[in-house]
């Protein structure tokens, strides 16, 4: 009881200190809540405590974050998502959730502003940071493989030498940057071999300058 009690506390000292109010939760099974910046920085990252009542008669807390510092150079990408991109002094986004009970709460418990700063809980902020600092490294390493690559070849042959490249993984499992990249070189190798090369080679040039501009903002928002 005394730790749920400082818990507690905590939480709502956090929230105190938080430029983001939590409003207008909606349960079932299109669960959803607004958050509006009532700051005066842009939030780029931010995590929810959901609390819901378990089977035992306790309750069952989990933390869900989005972190959408990218968005600054993804946004008008197609098939972006809305309600992941920064959240702006003055707006209101309504965030979809999972399904949740009609007893659930959601508190506001972490955010990142624009200029690297932060309020809430500091292991949460710790680890979105420890994140960030980890696909930086992924995008560093994808980067240079384009860089590498592009550099020296042209058409099919460069397409393919991408192929080989992103087909080993760098690691024990592979990083979203290295799936992302991968998937994309497959998909540019297959329009060069079946309609025009060059037309491939330009889109995946343009691919690549994307994750190059990844890296530079994963670099900045990282320390």
Do not use: C
């Not at 506001?108 to 200029?115: G, I, N």
């Amino acid at each position: 009881m005394g730790f749920s009690a400082t818990l507690a506390f905590a939480t709502l000292l956090y929230a105190a200190d938080l430029p983001v109010s939590v409003n207008n939760l909606t349960t079932g099974a299109t669960s959803h809540v607004e958050l509006s910046n009532t700051g005066a920085q842009p939030v780029t990252a931010w995590s929810l405590a959901i609390t819901t009542r378990s089977d035992n008669g306790g309750t069952h807390r989990v933390i869900e974050t989005v972190d959408a510092y990218l968005a600054d150079v993804t946004r008008d990408l197609p098939r972006s998502s809305p309600h992941l991109d920064w959240l702006r002094p003055g707006q209101t986004r309504e965030i979809p959730l999972d399904p949740l009970p009609q007893d659930a709460k959601v508190e506001l418990v972490a955010v990142v502003l624009e200029d690297l700063t932060s309020s809430g809980d500091p292991q949460i902020i710790k680890s979105i940071f420890e994140r960030r600092a980890s696909e930086r490294d992924e995008l560093r390493i994808v980067a240079g493989i384009f860089n590498d690559v592009l550099q020296s070849k042209h058409g099919i042959a460069a397409l393919q030498e991408l192929k080989d490249r992103f087909a080993t993984a760098t690691g024990p499992q592979e990083s979203t940057p290295h799936r992302t990249a991968r998937e994309a070189v497959e998909t540019y190798l297959q329009r060069a071999t079946a309609e025009n090369p060059d037309a491939a080679e330009q889109s995946m040039r343009a691919y690549a300058a994307l994750v190059a501009s990844q890296y530079e903002l994963a670099v900045k928002h990282s320390r």
